[in-house]
């Protein structure tokens, strides 16, 4: 089995059995400025720090390539209810200063079986950085 990547224990993977890959993935950052107004002046800006990095991706959950579809959904709700803070790892590199939060998630479910059961869904995740201070 080839392990992509992971958040916590969330495990982005691919092998003969398994297929769950992380998918339009966007890692983004913003710096803060205050403004300054000078009457009849040109405005003075100000550097006051950065906001807290933000990523976002998606996955392909479905039964039929070895994902364990509500297992994986049960994980995701879990954190981001107890506000849980974990690593993000891609390849061999760790992402952000210490680890990420789940903020929100969208499930698009897809497929069911005959008996309404969810097989396979596509689910947005997006994560806020934690930074341990």
């Known amino acids: 089995m080839s392990q992509i990547g992971c958040l916590g224990d969330i495990v982005f993977r691919v092998s003969a059995d398994v297929i769950e890959t992380a998918d339009r993935v966007i890692w983004s950052g913003s710096a803060r400025y205050a403004e300054h107004r000078r009457h009849l002046g040109n405005a003075l800006t100000e550097f006051t720090g950065v906001d807290a990095d933000k990523f976002s991706f998606e996955i392909t959950l479905m039964d039929e390539l070895g994902a364990d579809v509500m297992g994986e959904l049960v994980k995701i709700w879990g954190y981001e209810r107890k506000g849980t803070a974990l690593p993000l790892v891609l390849g061999t590199k760790f992402y952000g200063k210490h680890r990420w939060s789940i903020i929100n998630h969208r499930i698009a479910m897809k497929y069911f079986d005959p008996e309404g059961n969810l ?12 930074v341990n201070v």
Not at 119 to 129: H, K
């Open 119 to 130: 097989t396979g869904a596509a689910v947005s995740i997006s994560l806020l950085e934690y």
